[in-house]
């Protein structure tokens, strides 16, 4: 009995023993794939420059006002802004900021960000370098004297911007370039009731929504558009509070989770095939009926 019990545990342990030693080496293998195959995602991803719309947690949304300020329009627009405690923000032409500083240092103080839209709203993307500087410096200059901070984000006129220009504006200025995803062609004026329809049909979370703090009917479907944003249940940020709550958005996760989940059935289909030719055999019988009533060739 005693033997036996000994020679048993004796086996136990061994088992035990191998069990773990296998476990150990199959452990080891895994996890430096895992390490290596982690830091390739961040990577891909990269430091972002641009942006067009962000995903947030949230039903947070960025209004922002360009080629301001505008010497009626835009304390209108900070009225309005005002009465929804809205925050909002304006990408400023440095030439309107010379002229009203006031209306800029208003909105700064009510809350609301100011951002560069260049100097005098040229196509930065068919200028050279020295002219694209000049444009940037001079007009960072006027938001300073204005307000006493620099702005930290940028806007391209028409947003028309080469690569190598955000590149060099982002190392150079320090600014992020904010493009926008939602665009209701205000500029164009369709009518105040097309602006609102198009900015309500367009916007989700984490949108950029792209207006004109210069022409009439944008300022006249502004209200409209802000009540019925609120409706809908969308909160006002600036940009740079919106580039803030970005987070990583979800599809690329659910996209590298299904096929881990898709593999299961993939990898039991083989199990089945080998069955598969014993009914492919009888299946030509069926098969051949088939071909017959049909001409040849
Ligand atoms: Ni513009």
């Not at 020679?7 to 430096?32: D, K, R, W, Y």
């Not at 040229?122 to 004297?145: H, S, W, Y």
């Not at 955000?166 to 009731?193: M, Q, S």
């Not at 740079?240 to 590298?256: F, Q």
Request: with cysteine.
């Amino acid at each position: 009995m005693l033997v036996s019990r000994s020679f048993f545990s004796c086996v136990l342990f061994l088992c035990i023993a191998h069990a773990a030693f296998s476990q150990g080496g199959t452990s080891l293998g895994p996890e430096p794939s895992r390490a290596v195959s982690q830091p390739a995602t961040p990577v891909a991803s990269g430091p972002q420059i641009t942006f067009n719309s962000v995903h947030v947690e949230g039903p947070f949304v960025a209004m922002t006002f360009d080629d301001g300020p505008h010497a009626t329009l835009t304390p209108k627009i900070l009225d309005l802004l005002a009465a929804h405690k809205m925050k909002a923000t304006f990408f400023v032409v440095g030439e309107n900021v010379a002229e009203y500083p006031d209306i800029v240092k208003r909105a700064a103080r009510e809350g609301h960000e100011i951002a560069s839209h260049s100097w005098s709203h040229p196509n930065l993307g068919k200028m050279g370098d020295d002219g694209v500087r000049r444009e940037m410096q001079k007009t960072d200059d006027a938001i300073t004297a204005a307000i006493g901070t620099r702005p930290t984000l940028m806007r391209p006129p028409y947003g028309s911007i080469t690569a190598r220009q955000k590149a060099w504006i982002h190392e150079t200025f320090g600014y992020r370039i904010i493009i926008w995803d939602v665009d209701p062609l205000d500029w164009k004026r369709p009518g105040p009731n097309a602006v609102t329809s198009r900015i309500l049909n367009e916007t989700k979370p984490g949108s950029i929504i792209l207006a004109h703090d210069i022409h009439p009917p944008t300022i006249e479907a502004m209200p409209a558009t802000f009540d019925q944003l609120e409706t809908k249940g969308f909160k006002f940020v600036t940009v740079s509070e919106l580039l803030a709550m970005a987070r990583p958005a979800p599809p690329k996760l659910r996209a590298a989770a299904t096929p881990t989940i898709a593999r299961p059935p993939v990898t039991a289909a083989p199990i089945t095939r080998p069955a598969a030719p014993a009914l492919r055999t009888p299946a030509p019988s069926p098969a051949l009926p088939a071909p017959s009533p049909t001409p040849n060739g």
